[in-house]
């Protein structure tokens, strides 16, 4: 249970589409509307915000030194600038919350230090687009002071858009991204080539979507839900001389595999580097 003394107060720099999910369930569950700082450049975002009744501004100002909870929703190149901009408004219980894909901890601990000792209350996170649905992946990551009740918070936050699990380091988040941040992608990419290949085969382009979204979220179901290994489940599809079999057999002479892993290695690789691009 968070042990809060008073509401919980937030801040959201950047103020996009994953603020936005992540608002939807903390307003009027963890806190009021008017609890609820934005800091975005972009008019027509802070005034669907306005309309939800948050505060909002345009540019970091001293505002911001009211907010308890300060989650950072910026792309990984404004990181440094931004978070430059919000450190003379850090304070000790300050906790930062950062969704940007590639810059490490001790980077965003480095660049809101107070009289040069880093701020060491920082989570990383890393959720992804389904989190818009409520259906989200989150990895979290936190830096060795940062308290169990501010875990907590973190936990609050994200699981009101998924699932989440802890990892220990920012080379696991990394790895994280390459799985659930970027996952989504992948598997868009695998339905898209699914619904082509029905349509080669003279289904319609309707009739191959709707097999292939219940397909996928049918088998994904079924995966989750049953205790048997994924090994045994793909077993108990695939006859032997089969019609599954004839399919993975082609999967399997062309390496498909090892071709999921190289391109989750090049997903981690390019996140490191963004660490050192933008740190």
């Keep these: 249970m968070i042990n809060e003394k008073h509401t919980l107060t937030f801040a959201f720099i950047g103020g996009g589409n994953m603020a936005s999910a992540l608002s939807a369930g903390l307003i009027g569950k963890r806190c009021a509307a008017s609890d609820v700082l934005v800091i975005d450049p972009v008019e027509t975002v802070r005034q669907r915000w306005q309309d939800l009744g948050t505060q909002t501004a345009a540019t970091v100002t001293e505002q911001l030194a009211q907010q308890r909870i300060w989650i950072v929703a910026v792309k990984p190149q404004h990181m440094k600038e931004v978070l430059l901009q919000c450190q003379p408004y850090v304070k000790d219980d300050t906790l930062i919350i950062s969704v940007a894909a590639g810059i490490a901890a001790q980077n965003i601990a480095q660049w809101l230090a107070q009289h040069g000792k880093p701020h060491q209350r920082v989570i990383r996170a890393m959720p992804n687009t389904p989190a818009f649905i409520g259906c989200g992946a989150t990895g979290l990551m936190a830096l060795a002071a940062v308290e169990?009740?501010?875990?907590?918070?973190?936990?609050?936050?994200?699981?009101?858009?998924?699932?989440?699990?802890?990892?220990?380091?920012?080379?696991?988040?990394?790895?994280?991204?390459?799985?659930?941040?970027?996952?989504?992608?992948?598997?868009?990419?695998?339905?898209?080539?699914?619904?082509?290949?029905?349509?080669?085969?003279?289904?319609?382009?309707?009739?191959?979507?709707?097999?292939?979204?219940?397909?996928?979220?049918?088998?994904?179901?079924?995966?989750?839900?049953?205790?048997?290994?994924?090994?045994?489940?793909?077993?108990?599809?695939?006859?032997?001389?089969?019609?599954?079999?004839?399919?993975?057999?082609?999967f399997n002479q062309n390496g498909f595999s090892e071709l999921v892993q190289k391109a989750m290695d090049a997903a981690q690789h390019r996140a490191a580097e963004l660490a050192q691009e933008f740190s």
């Design 148 to 250: 169990p009740n501010d875990k907590l918070i973190a936990e609050t936050v994200f699981k009101t858009v998924g699932e989440f699990v802890w990892v220990d380091n920012d080379q696991a988040i990394d790895a994280v991204t390459a799985l659930s941040g970027s996952g989504p992608a992948y598997v868009f990419l695998f339905l898209e080539a699914l619904i082509a290949g029905a349509v080669h085969q003279g289904l319609s382009p309707e009739q191959a979507r709707k097999l292939a979204f219940a397909t996928l979220s049918g088998a994904t179901e079924l995966a989750a839900l049953s205790p048997l290994p994924l090994s045994h489940l793909r077993d108990n599809v695939t006859s032997k001389g089969g019609t599954t079999a004839a399919a993975l057999d082609v």
